[in-house]
C-alpha cells in the first residue's frame, strides 16, 4: 500500500525489546527507495526532548491507522484470551486479556512476558493488518 504526504500511519518497531509495538506518525516525504520519512506523534528525539522524532523507515514497516470501532466514549467489553492493543510506553503493544479487577483489564504479553492492568481508555480491539485490510484476528489463535 502506497501513503502519500501527510497521512496517517502505524510504524512497527524493528528494535529489539520493542518488537511487536506499533508508534503512531505521520508521513512526511516518500522516500526514491520506496519507503518513507515520518515524523512521530509522541516519540521525542533523544538530543532534544521537545522535538518529535523523525526517521526514514522501509515501506513493510508502515501500516494505515486501524479503524476505530465503535464511537467516542462507547464502552467495551472485553473477554479473557481476547487480543486487544494497550497504550504504553508511547506505542501499542499486542497482547490478551487475562482478566477484569474492578475497572482495568489485565494484559498479558507473550513477546515480554509482561502482565499489566489498564483502564479501558488505554485499550483497542486488536485487528490485523493482512493483504491490505484489516481483519479480526483468527480466534483459534488466542492464547490457550
Known amino acids: 500500500m502506497a501513503f502519500e504526504v ?3 500511519v502505524e510504524v512497527c518497531s524493528k528494535v529489539e525489546g520493542f518488537v511487536g509495538s506499533y508508534y503512531e506518525a505521520r508521513v512526511v516525504s516518500k522516500l ?3 519507503g518513507y520519512k515520518v515524523r512521530y506523534k509522541n516519540l521525542v528525539e533523544e538530543e532534544d526532548h521537545s522535538r518529535l522524532l523523525v526517521e526514514k523507515v522501509s ?3 508502515v501500516r494505515p491507522m486501524p479503524p476505530r470501532i465503535g464511537g467516542k466514549g462507547t464502552q467495551f467489553s472485553y473477554f479473557e ?6 497504550f504504553d510506553n508511547d506505542g501499542w503493544w499486542v497482547g490478551n486479556v487475562t482478566g477484569k479487577d474492578d475497572s482495568k483489564y489485565w494484559v498479558y504479553f ?3 512476558g509482561d502482565h499489566i492492568a489498564y483502564p479501558v481508555s488505554r485499550l483497542r480491539k486488536h485487528l490485523d493488518w493482512s493483504n491490505g485490510f484489516w481483519v479480526l484476528p483468527d480466534p483459534r489463535r488466542l492464547l490457550s
Open 6 to 8: 501527510g497521512d496517517k
Open 32 to 34: 526514491n527507495d520506496g
Open 59 to 61: 515501506a513493510d514497516e
Open 81 to 86: 484470551k481476547e487480543k486487544v492493543d494497550a
Open 110 to 112: 507473550e513477546t515480554t
